[in-house]
């Protein structure tokens, strides 16, 4: 089955850098891969997500990369806030008849003020 | 997680005890999931339903159990063959590509 690998799993970011979290799947056929947000104690968020046939998405200050190749997809946060403080998840799924989500194990992003 | 709601936020139960958490969703989403997060962990999948009346096991099912009557409603069964319990619990949606979540519930055994 598929394995999505995350990298790093902490981050500590100064307020109004940029923040950049990789993740790295393992089955071509995935393509569909959202990014979530998880703040204490919350349910996750999706803040953003990419589709295969897509190279890049942005979304005001997070963007995400696609290398279809490489098998890897990147989220990008840039000027960071503290408010970004958080645990960030990748996930990778094959859309086909069903959603089947295949989640990194996550990122600690901590922004200082 | 506007549209799924997940009651209580809090559970403590006893050893030996089955206890059952809700999942309730208004998103007419015909997907539902649910996950198991322990601590400084990511999410495992315990069960999911693509419709009414069926349901699948995921990676880590023993000691759930689960029922799709509603497909508003798709609650979990936490028995007491789970060697491992306590855990953050999450209910997930799924219709097309995006997958949301809900607010979760936080259960301890003890």
């Known amino acids: 089955g598929e394995n999505v690998e995350q990298h790093p799993s902490t981050l500590s970011v100064q307020e109004g850098d940029s923040a950049v979290i990789k993740c790295t799947y393992s089955?071509?056929?995935?393509?569909?891969f959202p990014w979530y947000k998880q703040e204490l104690g919350k349910g996750p968020q999706l803040i953003i997500d990419i589709r295969s046939n897509v190279g890049e998405k942005k979304d005001q200050r997070i963007a995400v990369t696609l290398n279809k190749t490489a098998k890897h997809f990147s989220l990008h946060i840039t000027e960071t806030q503290p408010e970004d403080s958080a645990v960030y998840f990748c996930a990778a799924s094959i859309t086909d008849n069903f959603n089947k989500f295949y989640f990194g194990s996550g990122t600690k992003l901590n922004v200082k003020p | 997680d506007g549209g799924i709601t997940q009651s209580p936020k809090y559970l403590f139960r006893k050893e030996g005890q089955n206890v059952t958490l809700s999942c309730e969703q208004n998103l007419n989403h015909d997907a539902m999931y649910w996950y198991r997060q322990d601590p400084g962990q990511g999410l495992r999948l315990i069960y999911y339903?693509?419709?009414?009346?069926?349901?699948q096991k995921g990676d880590i099912a023993e000691g759930y159990s689960v029922s799709r009557e509603k497909k508003e409603s798709f609650p979990l069964t936490v028995t007491s063959a789970q060697k491992n319990p306590t855990a953050f619990y999450l209910c997930?949606?799924?219709?097309?590509?995006?997958?949301?979540f809900g607010p979760g519930t936080r259960l301890t055994v003890t």
């Open positions: 339903s693509q419709i009414v009346n069926d349901f």
């Open positions: 089955d071509s056929a995935s393509n569909y």
């Open positions: 997930a949606t799924s219709q097309g590509y995006e997958q949301y």
